[in-house]
């Protein structure tokens, strides 16, 4: 657990908490379902850094950070642990989970201060546990990265972690899949642009901290995840690049989560977020159903109804951006022993 993300974390500690209807924006897509809802509460100690889960089939992966990210532990929907898979390759610093055609891509990207001349993508097969590892670099220096998201063809886009301004977006340059990245590397990263988050200033303190990212198996949509909130893109023709740069998310205020850092799709097109501990007991799952089907960009008045209900009742953070600022500043980094 890294005193950035606990910095952050703590301003809901310190802010006033509102609930009640919020005045999230009417943009598509929107998802025509209801709020957040616990799936189930996990138990098992090895999911108190919960950083990345992603799911195949009937099954949650899940793994943690910060020296808890060296097994990755499979689980039921009841979250009751079924096993432990090794991770085959040392990570440095894991930050998200992601899956494409059976295969676990562990995000090994987290660079809290910006240090690393390369960061990871490790593929685990979860039946045999043969790993690979797959190094790249960014175009313009190291940067903090926990939210990766990976189209239906294995492309691979990274979403950096910022503290103030935009976030950007960045994938391998030439366009190549997962399985094209070279053993070990470094394939070179390009950049693409920065991500539009609409307008986050209508309802209290609103974090474009990004902390994980998913895409829904049919890869028609995404998600980015901060610690207050989830930010729902759909996926044109042009890809996820375009969904992330050019067009305007939905954004979900989400329960309160004492560090939300992971987000996933089920089969389904459901939505499933989880947090970490922050030192005290496993928090549950939350799910919000139905998402993926619920998309409706050509209804203006399902959408807003939709943003309506999606937003109502869920407890939103106080303004406390400035103090969010001084407590980073307060806490400083620290960086992970290896």
């Avoid at 025509?32 to 950083?51: H, I, N, Q």
């Avoid at 910022?162 to 960045?170: A, D, H």
């Avoid at 329960?255 to 850092?261: L, S, T, V």
Wanted: charged share 20%; net charge negative; proline share 7%.
């Amino acid at each position: 657990m890294r005193s950035l993300a606990r910095a952050a974390a703590a301003v809901g500690a310190l802010s006033v908490l509102v609930a009640g209807s919020a005045t999230a924006q009417a943009n598509t897509p929107v998802p025509g379902t209801g709020v957040f809802e616990p799936l189930c509460t996990p138990t098992d100690p090895g999911l108190e850094e919960l950083s990345g889960m992603a799911a195949l089939g009937d099954r949650i992966f899940a793994i943690g950070d910060s020296g808890n990210d060296e097994v990755v532990l499979e689980m039921d929907f009841d979250c009751v642990v079924r096993g432990r898979i090794p991770v085959p390759i040392d990570p440095y610093d894991v930050e998200d989970l992601g899956s494409h055609a059976g295969l676990l891509i562990l995000a090994d990207t987290g660079d809290n201060r910006r240090a690393r001349e390369t960061v990871a993508f490790i593929t685990l097969d979860p039946e045999s546990g043969d790993g690979t590892l797959h190094r790249v670099t960014f175009p313009d220096g190291p940067h903090d990265a926990e939210a990766v998201l990976v189209d239906p063809n294995g492309r691979l886009f990274v979403v950096t972690k910022e503290l103030l301004g935009p976030s950007s977006v960045y994938t391998s340059e030439g366009g190549q899949t997962i399985s094209d990245l070279a053993e070990p590397g470094p394939t070179p990263l390009t950049r693409v642009g920065t991500v539009r988050t609409g307008d986050t200033s209508t309802s209290g303190f609103n974090s474009v901290m990004f902390t994980g990212g998913a895409v829904s198996a049919d890869g028609s949509v995404l998600a980015l995840r901060s610690y207050t909130d989830v930010y729902l893109y759909r996926i044109g023709d042009d890809g996820i690049g375009a969904a992330l740069t050019e067009s305007e998310p939905l954004r979900v205020p989400t329960p309160h989560q004492p560090q939300g850092e992971s987000v996933m799709f089920t089969d389904g097109g459901d939505l499933v977020i989880g947090s970490e501990a922050q030192g005290g007991t496993l928090p549950p799952l939350y799910v919000m159903r139905g998402v993926v089907d619920g998309m409706t960009p050509d209804d203006p008045a399902a959408a807003e109804e939709a943003t309506s209900t999606a937003s109502n009742g869920v407890v939103l953070w106080g303004g406390v951006g400035m103090v969010a600022v001084a407590l980073v500043i307060l806490v400083g980094f620290r960086v992970r022993r290896r």
